[in-house]
T-cell receptor
Framework: AQSVTQLGSHVSVSEGALVLLRCNYS??????LFWYVQYPNQGLQLLLK??????LVKGINGFEAEFKKSETSFHLTKPSAHMSDAAEYFC???????????FGKGTTLSVSS | NAGVTQTPKFRILKIGQSMTLQCTQD?????MYWYRQDPGMGLKLIYY???????DKGEVPNGYNVSRSTTEDFPLRLELAAPSQTSVYFC???????????FGQGTRLTVV
């Protein structure tokens, strides 16, 4: 069965600093990986996804993530944080062994000026 | 296109009452899901469906029921509301198991 672990329930950065949100997955078959963002009192919005092909994936709002099979990781990064990036971020995994999309517990990103 | 529409947006229930959370999609997606979101716990899967007439339990199905009579609709039923069901509920859809999911705006339910 698939599972997702997000290290760090809360990450704080200064505006302009590097953002790194960690995600490790468990899957017995090739995974499909996703990062979602949730702003307060809203639904989840897709940031980026890895399906097959290039392991470095670029998403919206300057975010990117790299799929590393050897490390079973899919960490999310952004070179320079903006105040508007403050939100909750979720990593999710899906694979052919099941039909569900499984989410991690989320990481809240705070950005200070 | 409206995408995924959830109703109501907010609801307060008394213990023991029942209600149905509605979810409708106009994207003709086969896969539909119900999640609940609790602070610090992420999203937990309640039930899902891979097509009309087919439903299956997720991680936390107790106290809930679903049906899928059409491709568009996937209602979630709470029969005897309990305080532990206080949560934010999200409906999501996707075309296939290897694609991203599209979410509704959520229903915030409080059971008192």
């Amino acid at each position: 069965a698939q599972s997702v672990t997000q290290l760090g329930s809360h990450v704080s950065v200064s505006e302009g600093a590097l953002v790194l949100l960690r995600c490790n997955y468990s899957s017995s078959v090739p995974p499909y990986l996703f990062w979602y963002v949730q702003y307060p009192n809203q639904g989840l919005q897709l940031l980026l996804k890895y399906t097959t092909g290039a392991t470095l994936v670029k998403g919206i709002n300057g975010f990117e993530a790299e799929f590393k099979k050897s490390e079973t990781s899919f960490h999310l990064t952004k070179p320079s944080a903006h105040m508007s990036d403050a939100a909750e971020y979720f990593c999710a995994v899906s694979d052919s062994s099941g039909t569900a999309l499984i989410f991690g517990k989320g990481t809240t990103l705070s950005v200070s000026s | 296109n409206a995408g995924v529409t959830q109703t109501p947006k907010f609801r307060i229930l008394k213990i023991g009452q029942s209600m149905t959370l509605q979810c409708t999609q106009d994207m003709n997606h086969n896969y539909m899901y119900w999640y609940r979101q609790d602070p610090g716990m992420g999203l937990k899967l309640i039930y899902y469906s891979v097509g009309a007439g087919i439903t299956d339990k997720g991680e936390v199905p107790n106290g809930y029921n679903v049906s899928r009579s059409t491709t568009e609709d996937f209602p979630l039923r709470l029969e005897l509301a309990a305080p532990s069901q206080t949560s934010v509920y999200f409906c999501a859809t996707r075309p296939s198991w290897n694609t991203e999911a599209f979410f509704g705006q959520g229903t915030r339910l409080t059971v008192v």
